[in-house]
């Protein structure tokens, strides 16, 4: 939708949501905040996912890409794409991991650009939103993200090490 109009889309399955965070991630063009488990079975993987991230990363120096995990195994461990955008963007890609303290959070969500949104109503739930040009509740999911960000590391399993 490029005419500004607030749109919500419902989202009833993890493959809706799966969908919703590919049209998220091409609605990204300044930066873009994603929080979930562990982020397996989400499409973070695929070649289409990491050639959307991967352009708008491309796009400009200055965009930023934060993702957020109470466990970041799979990430480091199964989805050599995104190892791969780290690898290469390592100024503008991020992956930190969640303190213990903050595991009782159990909402997924990712926000682009301070104006949209994907959120679930919890990790064992697939039902969602997809939100767009919905500035004032995105603000406040980044706000919330940014908290979370604050208290957690980065991933020790998702660092170049070395000299």
């Known amino acids: 939708m490029s005419d500004g109009t607030m ?3 419902r ?3 993890i493959v809706d949501y799966t969908a919703a965070l590919d049209t998220l991630c091409k609605l990204a063009h300044h930066n873009l905040y ?3 488990k562990n982020f397996d079975g989400l499409g973070f993987n695929t070649e289409a996912r ?3 991230l991967r352009g708008f990363l491309l796009a400009s120096p200055a965009n930023r890409l934060f993702v957020l995990a109470h466990d970041t195994r799979y990430l480091s461990t199964l989805c050599p794409r995104m ?3 780290l690898h290469q963007f390592g100024s503008s890609v991020f992956i930190y991991q969640t303190p213990a303290s903050l ?3 159990t ?3 990712s926000v682009a650009d301070d104006a949209h949104y994907v959120r679930r109503f919890h990790f064992d739930d697939p039902r969602g939103i997809l939100a767009q040009h919905d500035p ?3 603000r406040v999911l980044k706000s919330r993200f940014m908290e979370m960000w604050t208290a957690s590391q980065p991933s020790a399993s998702t660092t170049r090490l070395g000299l």
């Open 7 to 9: 749109q919500h889309t």
């Open 11 to 13: 989202l009833d399955g």
């Open 34 to 36: 994603l929080f979930d």
């Open 50 to 52: 990491y050639e959307a």
């Open 83 to 85: 190892m791969m955008l």
């Open 103 to 105: 595991h009782q959070i």
């Open 107 to 109: 909402e997924p969500f």
């Open 136 to 138: 004032e509740n995105a």
